[in-house]
């Protein structure tokens, strides 16, 4: 999946999922791309299309799915991600 392409939304993948197996377990955000210049070498196409990937990207991905896992009766997103920095 590619995030760059977020700016219709991610629902219609997100339904093509629950259409093949009914549900969505859980979501692991690890996508991103990261550049190797430095900062003041950096030209600003470069910043736009990381933050465009990395931060709203993978915020889109989750409005999408966070409906879905909101209807579920266990719904720990926050917990589970204090658990995973603290392990």
């Known amino acids: 999946m590619d ?3 977020h700016q219709y939304g991610f629902q219609s993948k997100v339904d093509c999922i629950l259409d093949r197996f009914g549900h969505i377990d859980v979501l692991i955000n690890n996508a991103g791309i990261s550049q190797r210049s430095l900062i003041k070498e950096t030209v600003y196409k470069v910043d736009s299309r990381l ?3 990395n931060f709203l990207g993978t915020v889109t991905l989750s409005k999408a799915v966070l ?3 909101r ?3 266990l719904f720990l997103p926050f917990y589970l991600k204090i658990i995973l920095a603290f392990s």
């Open 71 to 73: 209807k579920e009766t």
């Open 3 to 5: 995030l760059e392409d």
């Open 51 to 53: 933050m465009n990937i």
């Open 67 to 69: 409906p879905v896992k």
